[in-house]
């Protein structure tokens, strides 16, 4: 079974950037589709962004405009975050599984594994 383990959060003023790693064992993160979720205090988890099995679509949060950027190397998975706001703030999990992150009518996945996830704390 895949393991998935976060890292990388911290906090961070507003304007700085972090980049989470999503790192996986027991499996090839290549086979399977990544999404980040944040869950922002007192609130639902919602989806980040999304990469395809295959790189072959990218998908993100409307409200986060180009600020973020999803990737992946070998066995671990990115979520590259830039010009960081307050609101950015929460726990965010990696996910994986089958995925289709394409922009019309929104991604979906399914069977999901997940990570423990990283605090992300943006504050002055």
């Known amino acids: 079974q895949l393991r998935l383990v976060e890292s990388g959060g911290g906090l961070v003023q507003p304007g700085e950037s972090l980049r989470l790693s999503c790192a996986a064992s027991g499996g090839a993160l290549e086979n399977y589709g990544i999404v980040w979720f944040r869950q922002a205090p007192g609130k639902e988890r919602a989806m980040v962004s999304c990469i395809d099995v295959n790189d072959v679509n990218t998908a993100y949060a409307p409200s986060l405009g180009a600020r973020f950027t999803i990737s992946r190397a070998g066995n671990t998975g990115y979520l590259q975050m830039t010009n960081l706001k307050p609101e950015d703030t929460g726990v965010y999990y990696c996910?994986?599984?089958?995925?289709?992150?394409?922009?019309?009518?929104?991604?979906?996945?399914?069977?999901?594994?997940w990570g423990q996830g990283t605090q992300v704390t943006v504050s002055s």
């Open positions: 996910a994986a599984g089958r995925t289709g992150c394409t922009v019309v009518g929104g991604p979906i996945w399914e069977s999901l594994q």
